[in-house]
C-alpha cells in the first residue's frame, strides 16, 4: 500500500509538470508576440493575467465537480485542454484569440488539473495532507524547468507557432498518459482516525475579518511574484542581459530554470519549516528575503551572474505563500470545509495577476524603467512581513482562542 501511495504522488507529479509550462515560460514568447500582433506589453499581458485569473476563479467550483467526477477523468480533461489551449493559440492571428485559448482555455484547462491533483494526493496521504498539498504545488513550480531550455532553443530555431504546437501536443501526450496510473484510493486508506473534521464552513469564514487579511497578504504577494514570471525577459531585455551567456548557457533560459527549481523547493521546505518555528515568522522571515533580493536584483541587474542568481532567491522568497497560506488557513479555520476555504483564497493569485500583469506593464511603460514597478514589489513585500508578525498573529491568537 505504501509503494502504491507513492507510485499515485510520482503520476500526479507528472501531471502537474506537464501543464505547468503555460504559466512558467510564457515569458519566452512575450517578445516575438508583442512584434506579431503589434501590441502594448500592457495589452499582451491580458493573456497571463487571464491565466491566472481563469486557473483561480473556478478553484471553488472545480474543488466541487471533483467530488462528483472521477478524478483521473477529470485531470486527463484538463490537461487535454491545456495542451489543446497551445495548439489553438498557434492557429490565430488577433489578440483577442489569445486571450480566449491560451489565456481562456490555458487557466480552465491548468485550474482542473490543479485542483484535481490536490485534492487526489491528499486523499492518498490522509496523515499528511500538508505534505501532499505542497509537493503537488511543487511539481507545478519546478515543472516547466524541463521545458525551458528546449522551448527557448525551439524558438530560436523556428517560431513562436511551431513551437506551441509541438509542445501543445507533447504536453498533452505525457500528461495524459501520467493521468491513466491515478486512482482513487480505498475507503479504508482515506480514512484518517487521529484526525476529525472540524473547523468552520465556507460561508462563516468569509465573514471574518481574519480570512480578509489573508486574502489581501497573498495578493500582495502574488503580486511581486507574478510580476517577475511573467515579465522576466522584458526585463532581462532591459537590463541588456538576455542574449548574454553565462558558461555558454544563455542568461535567460537559465535563469528561468533555476527559478523553476527555487520556486519548487521553496513550498515544501518554507512549509517543514514553519511546522517548526510557526507560520507568522516563517511568513517574516520569507516575505523580507525577497524583498531583499529585489532590491538588489535591481542595483545588480545589468550583470548576467547577479541576474540569474538573484533571480533564483527572489522565486526562493515567493514560491512558498503556496504551502504558508494553505497551511495557515487550516490551522485557523479548521479542515470542515478546507478545500473550498483554499479554493477561495487561491483566488488572490488572481488578483496579483491583475496587478503584476498589466498594470505593472503598463506602470513600466508610463515611467519608462523599472524603479517604480520594483519599488511596489519591494513596499508590498515589507508591508506584508510586518503584518504577519504585527496583525496577523495576535489576530489568529484572539480567533483560535475564542474558538478553543
Request: glycine content about 10%; overall charge positive.
Amino acid at each position: 500500500m505504501i509503494a502504491a501511495k507513492w507510485r499515485q504522488m510520482i503520476a500526479g507529479l507528472i501531471c502537474m509538470g506537464a501543464i505547468s509550462s503555460p504559466q512558467y515560460v510564457w515569458t519566452l514568447f512575450t517578445p516575438i508576440l508583442k512584434t506579431d500582433f503589434s501590441a502594448s506589453a500592457a495589452a499582451l499581458q491580458v493573456t497571463f493575467s487571464l491565466l491566472i485569473v481563469l486557473q483561480t476563479l473556478f478553484s471553488p467550483i472545480q474543488g466541487w465537480i471533483a467530488r462528483h467526477v472521477l478524478p483521473r477523468n477529470l485531470i486527463i480533461a484538463g490537461i487535454v485542454l491545456t495542451g489543446f489551449s497551445w495548439v489553438a493559440s498557434a492557429q490565430i492571428h488577433s489578440l483577442t484569440m489569445l486571450y480566449l485559448t491560451y489565456g481562456g482555455l490555458g487557466g480552465i484547462g491548468t485550474g482542473i488539473v490543479y485542483v484535481g491533483v490536490v485534492s487526489l494526493l491528499m486523499q492518498w496521504f490522509p496523515k499528511n495532507r500538508g505534505m501532499a498539498a505542497g509537493a503537488a504545488a511543487a511539481g507545478y513550480g519546478m515543472g516547466a524547468m524541463l521545458t525551458t531550455f528546449p522551448i527557448s532553443h525551439l524558438l530560436a530555431a523556428s517560431d513562436w507557432r511551431n513551437t506551441m504546437t509541438v509542445f501543445g501536443i507533447i504536453m498533452a501526450v505525457v500528461g495524459v498518459v501520467a493521468a491513466c496510473f491515478l486512482k482513487t484510493p480505498e475507503s479504508d486508506l482515506t480514512a484518517d482516525p487521529s484526525s476529525a473534521s472540524t473547523g468552520y464552513l465556507t460561508s462563516d469564514v468569509v465573514k471574518t475579518p481574519l480570512f480578509w487579511l489573508m486574502f489581501f497578504m497573498m495578493a500582495t504577494m502574488a503580486t511581486s511574484g507574478l510580476m517577475v514570471t511573467s515579465q522576466l525577459a522584458q526585463i532581462a531585455t532591459d537590463f541588456g542581459v538576455a542574449h548574454l551567456t553565462i558558461l555558454g548557457m544563455a542568461a535567460l533560459p537559465l535563469a528561468m530554470t533555476l527559478d523553476r527549481i527555487a520556486n519548487g523547493v521553496t513550498r515544501p521546505l518554507f512549509g517543514w519549516v514553519s511546522d517548526h518555528l510557526g507560520r507568522e515568522q516563517t511568513m517574516a522571515f520569507a516575505f523580507s528575503l525577497e524583498a531583499v533580493a529585489l532590491t538588489c536584483w535591481l542595483a545588480l541587474a545589468n550583470h548576467p551572474v547577479a541576474f540569474v542568481l538573484l533571480s533564483g532567491i527572489v522565486f526562493l522568497g515567493w514560491g512558498e505563500i503556496f504551502s504558508l497560506f494553505p497551511a495557515t488557513l487550516t490551522d485557523t479555520f479548521g479542515t470542515r470545509d478546507a478545500s473550498r476555504n483554499y479554493g477561495l483564497l487561491y483566488m488572490a493569485q488572481g488578483v496579483g495577476a491583475v496587478f503584476g500583469g498589466p498594470l505593472a506593464a503598463w506602470l513600466h511603460q508610463a515611467s519608462g524603467n523599472w524603479h517604480p514597478v520594483f519599488a511596489l514589489a519591494i513596499g508590498g513585500d515589507l508591508l506584508t512581513a510586518i503584518l504577519a508578525l504585527a496583525v496577523l498573529r495576535p489576530m489568529r491568537r484572539r480567533f483560535m482562542q475564542r474558538a478553543s
